[in-house]
């Protein structure tokens, strides 16, 4: 166990550049390991997409998508990231994914927090637009809701202030 948690550290630490005990916390508390540490990166994206309740084709493929730009284009991280979008994780994933990546964002310098926060307001997006085939053209309300925690929880301006 030990020896896991020391080799979720060092990924935590490789991937994104924490060595935030909280992160580490929070990261354990989602149910991640070394091997599924990426998938953290694309937590925000499935959230969105399981906002109205499924993940529609066109949702699916686009993380999928995403997730190969990523880097996750196979092993654990691929087979935890197909799981996730096919059957919703708790609230409880998500949140303590988000706090993950407060904490991951927080390492980072001004300039590059908000590169990085605008590169997953702008996915986020994608994916809700995804799914337009099956709701028409608008974004619907659970998915915007989502995008619009995801855009206050991460924004760089609001990092210092929750842990």
């Given at each position: 166990?030990?020896?896991?948690?020391g080799?979720?550290?060092?990924?935590?630490?490789?991937?994104?550049?924490?060595?935030d005990?909280?992160?580490?916390?929070?990261?354990?508390?989602?149910?991640?390991?070394?091997?599924?540490?990426?998938?953290?990166?694309?937590?925000?994206?499935?959230?969105?997409?399981?906002?109205?309740?499924?993940?529609s084709?066109?949702?699916?493929?686009?993380?999928?998508e995403d997730?190969?730009?990523?880097?996750?284009?196979?092993?654990?991280?691929?087979?935890?990231?197909?799981?996730?979008?096919?059957?919703?994780?708790?609230?409880?994933?998500?949140?303590?994914?988000?706090?993950?990546?407060?904490?991951?964002?927080?390492?980072?310098?001004?300039?590059?927090?908000?590169?990085?926060?605008?590169?997953?307001?702008?996915?986020c997006?994608?994916?809700?637009?995804?799914?337009?085939?099956?709701?028409?053209?608008?974004?619907?309300?659970?998915?915007?809701?989502?995008?619009?925690?995801?855009?206050?929880?991460?924004?760089?301006?609001?990092?210092?202030?929750?842990?």
């Amino acid at each position: 166990m030990r020896e896991e948690l020391g080799a979720l550290q060092r990924r935590l630490a490789e991937i994104f550049g924490v060595a935030d005990p909280a992160a580490l916390e929070a990261v354990e508390r989602a149910g991640y390991s070394a091997d599924t540490l990426q998938v953290m990166a694309a937590a925000p994206l499935i959230e969105v997409a399981w906002a109205d309740g499924h993940v529609s084709d066109s949702e699916r493929l686009t993380i999928l998508e995403d997730a190969v730009a990523m880097g996750i284009d196979g092993g654990p991280a691929y087979e935890r990231l197909l799981d996730l979008l096919a059957r919703r994780p708790s609230q409880r994933f998500f949140d303590n994914s988000r706090q993950a990546l407060r904490s991951a964002f927080r390492a980072l310098s001004p300039a590059e927090g908000m590169k990085r926060w605008r590169r997953l307001m702008l996915s986020c997006r994608r994916i809700a637009a995804a799914s337009r085939s099956t709701t028409g053209w608008r974004i619907s309300a659970p998915e915007r809701q989502a995008i619009e925690r995801m855009s206050h929880d991460l924004t760089p301006a609001n990092l210092a202030s929750k842990p």
